[in-house]
């Protein structure tokens, strides 16, 4: 097996008796233990008569087994030991996985065996789950994505197993018995999930002798077997259904061109990867680029290529663009422009150098990827286990053994526009029929003959040239010597108006850093309209950072420019060789930023497009923003930026840049495997050009408001379902009031789910969390429901949270200290990467936690509290002498006045400027 060269793992892959494809592997830094398992079955295994049959068996598999038959018998028992389950439906796979400490590994993997192999199927919970099934498909009505899917499914051959309508519902399900559906169920179930048809990965740190002892144990009795489908499918396409153009007209605002190129299975050609370097040339981002040259005509904002469905026999080659409404008119000459750019490919770029460069990107990626964490890894090697051999599991994905400029031509010879499907996503197109299950409106027609003539031929653009040599291939592994001095945060100087810390990494080492490089700026005082226009200006830095650094982002240095409440922030990170150059000469670009006005229109048309669109979010994410908008003085609703960023103009977007930049403070944070003198002399560069007459600032407070009452909050939307979100602020901030808020949250989460969701059905979409805003504690508690109006959800939520006292109350003293020994573990949890360490760093710089201790005295904290301290805690949900809170809910244009609990909030900015503030 291929190992990359800084990988301290151990692997062992072995194949049991009855057929099961397992890979194990020892993780020596692990604190958690995850296993998945992946079946080769999805929804191209249903029954025509009955599609949604696979979703709903991944639905019952967690309704209890034979040996554990209490419905989420595993979930419960992660919940006391620190880890969760999940699962998925594909086309053609199935997937189970979870994580737990690795204390109490043991017994959930006997549990997850038993899930699998002897579910109950019982008549009245799967009379049950329908509700949920059917609230997903309802949700799911609302997603563009999931609309969109369903106009592929009915414009391919019906004939193949893609066209299923893969959720199921109410409408089809509700045409058989419980009894009938349970027969279905298990006869899917005996089919397919047989060891021949299954793999299972297992990661941990126990012994990979102990690990595979306890993959005998447990799985060496599932069927031996593997289920052979009886005939190769058909082509996923008929010849009609090529040449097409499909006019589709989405919810949300959205101007999309999608050509698809239909290819066949591409897997098998993994070693020489293809489309690799095809898409690596049409997905290019630089000058002379095909999305460089869009731009300029002012046609396109963003290009994607090489993504599309995939399956055991077929692949679709998808080249995605976001149109402007100048784009939208000249569709027809974008994809002319493409099929320039595949000339230009032909011609100039199957070159062995072009090959060598992707081949070493690949290695360097597969030598100095960060770890995921274990249910990741897990979850990711599962699957792989299902498409490579033993040698490549681990590599297959990122290495090119093989130039085949031969098979490279194969691919381009089949990207014709007689072989080219194009969705042309737009508002208000003229449509003629509409998508079953989502009524999506959309049309299909072949495109005109003249055009795909001129498809053929291709006029030759001199503004595009295929992409030079890339500068930043190198990298540098020869590691800096570790200074003890820095392993943890040190700062390298510090005045009013700058603060830089520094830390070295001793544990992870690779050639890696992270830059965090925040900017606070007094101009955000102002108000919402600075803000409107900060988000202009954010992006369009952002989009020029991407054109002139873009061969940086494909070796290795990626970059992020992003708006904050306070200001503005970089956040580089990737090979740390070159990357505070690069950052130098970002920051420069940002301080000297010149635009035209075509680009600022772009961006303003931008901005207004995704604030329409996040009106349209699901109900339930238009609380939690709205949430964040109330606790947080210095954000700001869409809907009041919203008309600040249609009326905004360039002149007045050259004034508020200039104010945005007059006034600063920067915290400033590198991490990794650079040297003290090299960071200091970086520092040092921030001190000395035009930066430094604008860091004239201290930091901005991070307030809170104080919610001194129960309040109450209608959030605006425009789906059907209702939804409430009830959230609660702690008293203080302190390390004992934040312990108690995590461990109240976390003994509340599993029964909440399962009285309110398993149980009740009372919708999809049912959950709480722990919810902090700038440090200060809270909890919140959601449900979105597609059948009940929300004085029924709050209602539910009350009668929980009153009752909780005596659930709390009942627990068994073993599992409350399981409880408490699980949420102190996972605060201390070892880190798995580079990256995730430099987040909680930069977390507790930000937290002013300058001892970097704050988890460790979390932890001691919540081992020392009584249950006494969190029934007298939990008093605080009663409404009359308790926490301050807020319940938000959603109401839509028709509905009436709706009688809950709490002093009306009429007036968002209102409230928030003659509320008191928490420091």
Not at 112 to 123: E, R, T, V
Not at 735 to 759: D, G, H, K, S
Not at 776 to 802: K, W
Not at 808 to 819: G, H, L, Y
């Amino acid at each position: 097996m291929i190992i990359s060269t800084y990988d301290r793992c151990h692997y062992r892959h072995l194949k049991l008796d009855n057929g099961l494809n397992v890979l194990l592997v020892q993780d020596p830094d692990s604190r958690k233990s995850a296993a998945c398992a992946a079946i080769a079955m999805g929804h191209f295994q249903d029954p025509t008569h009955c599609q949604g049959l696979a979703h709903l068996l991944e639905h019952m598999l967690f309704l209890g087994s034979q040996s554990y038959p209490v419905a989420n018998h595993l979930a419960d028992y992660l919940s006391l030991n620190g880890g969760h389950v999940n699962a998925w439906t594909g086309t053609e796979q199935s997937s189970f996985y979870f994580d737990a400490f690795n204390s109490g590994f043991a017994h959930a993997l006997e549990q997850f065996s038993a899930m699998l192999s002897k579910p109950l199927f019982d008549p009245q919970a799967i009379s049950s789950e329908l509700n949920a099934i059917d609230a997903e498909f309802r949700l799911k009505q609302q997603d563009d994505l999931r609309r969109l899917y369903q106009v592929h499914k009915e414009t391919c051959n019906p004939a193949h197993p893609f066209s299923k309508f893969s959720v199921g519902n109410q409408e089809i399900f509700g045409q058989f018995s419980a009894g009938q559906l349970q027969q279905m169920l298990m006869q899917l179930h005996q089919k397919y999930y047989r060891a021949g048809n299954m793999s299972l990965s297992l990661v941990s740190d126990m012994t990979l002798d102990e690990q595979e002892d306890l993959c005998r144990r447990y799985f060496a009795t599932l069927p031996h077997g593997k289920t052979n489908e009886a005939n190769a499918y058909p082509p996923l396409y008929l010849p009609e259904q090529l040449g097409v153009i499909l006019n589709i007209t989405p919810l949300k605002t959205a101007r999309r061109l999608i050509v698809s190129f239909a290819l066949e299975d591409v897997h098998q050609y993994y070693l020489s990867k293809p489309l690799n370097l095809i898409s690596h040339l049409i997905g290019d981002e630089g000058p002379g680029s095909l999305l460089c040259y869009l731009r300029n005509q002012g046609w396109a904002t963003s290009l994607s290529a090489g993504g599309g469905i995939q399956g055991s026999n077929f692949k679709d080659f998808n080249v995605s663009m976001q149109l402007t409404p100048l784009g939208a008119a000249h569709w027809q000459e974008v994809v002319k422009a493409l099929f320039s750019c595949l000339q230009l490919i032909r011609q100039q770029g199957i070159t062995q150098w072009r090959f060598d460069e992707r081949q070493a990107f690949g290695q360097m990626a597969f030598d100095f990827h960060d770890k995921p964490k274990a249910m990741d890894m897990a979850s990711h090697l599962a699957t792989q286990l299902h498409f490579y051999p033993p040698q490549h599991l681990l590599s297959g994905e990122y290495l090119m053994d093989t130039f085949a400029p031969e098979l490279i031509k194969h691919m381009l010879e089949q990207m014709t526009p007689d072989n080219m499907r194009l969705k042309l996503i737009l508002p208000d197109q003229v449509t003629d029929r509409a998508a079953r299950w989502y009524q999506t409106p959309y049309s299909i027609s072949p495109l005109p003959t003249d055009f795909i003539k001129q498809c053929h031929q291709p006029k030759e653009i001199d503004e595009l040239r295929l992409p030079e040599p890339n500068p930043y291939l190198s990298v540098h592994t020869q590691l800096n010597e570790v200074d003890q001095r820095f392993l943890l945060p040190v700062k390298l100087c510090s005045t009013d108006n700058l603060s830089f810390w520094f830390c070295q990494d001793d544990e992870f080492r690779q050639p890696k850093g992270e830059l965090y490089l925040s900017f606070d700026s007094q101009a955000v005082m102002q108000g919402a309209n600075l803000c409107a226009y900060k988000r202009i200006w954010t992006a369009m830095v952002q989009e020029r950072l991407n054109q002139d650094f873009y061969q940086a982002s494909i070796a290795g240095l990626h970059f992020h420019f992003y708006a904050h409440q306070g200001g503005f922030s970089l956040h580089t990170s990737g090979f740390s060789h070159q990357q505070f150059t690069m950052a130098e000469q970002m920051l420069r670009q940002i301080v000297r930023f010149d635009y035209t006005r075509d680009e600022f229109e772009q961006a303003k048309t931008r901005q207004i497009q995704a604030m329409q669109n996040s009106l349209l979010n699901k109900p339930v994410n238009r609380l939690f923003s709205h949430l964040s908008v109330l606790m947080q003085p210095l954000s700001f609703s869409m809907e009041d930026m919203l008309p600040m960023v249609e009326d905004a103009d360039f002149a007045q977007m050259q004034n508020q840049h200039a104010h945005l930049l007059a006034a600063l403070h920067l915290e400033a944070f590198a991490h990794g495997d650079w040297s003290e003198s090299d960071t200091q002399a970086f520092a040092q560069t921030l001190q000395q050009e035009e930066l430094a007459e604008k860091l004239c600032i201290g930091t901005l407070p991070r307030q809170v408001i104080a919610l001194t009452d129960n309040y109450q909050l209608a959030v605006p939307c425009q789906a059907d379902d209702n939804a409430v979100l009830l959230y609660f602020q702690t008293p203080c901030a302190d390390v004992e009031c934040i312990a108690l808020t995590i461990l109240t949250e976390q003994l509340l989460a599993a029964p909440f789910f399962n009285q309110l969701r398993t149980q009740k059905q009372l919708g999809y979409l049912v959950g709480s969390g722990y919810m902090p805003y700038n440090q200060h504690p809270g909890m919140g508690f959601y449900i979105q429901s597609p059948q009940y109006d929300n004085a029924t959800l709050v209602s539910e939520i009350r009668d929980f949270l009153h009752q909780s006292l005596a659930g709390i109350a009942s627990i068994s003293e073993s599992d409350w200290q399981a409880i408490k020994q699980g949420i102190a573990k996972q605060l201390i949890s070892k880190d798995t990467g580079l990256s995730m360490r430099s987040q909680r760093l930069w977390l507790a710089i930000g937290n002013e936690d300058l001892n970097f201790d704050q988890p460790q005295r979390l932890s001691k904290q919540i081992l020392a509290l009584s249950r006494e301290q969190v029934l007298h805690f939990c008093q605080g949900f009663n409404a009359s002498n308790g926490f301050g809170s807020v319940l938000l809910y959603s109401t839509q244009s028709d509905q009436s006045a709706q009688p809950l609990q709490g002093v009306h909030i009429d007036n968002l900015p209102q409230f928030k400027a003659n509320a008191r503030l928490i420091r």
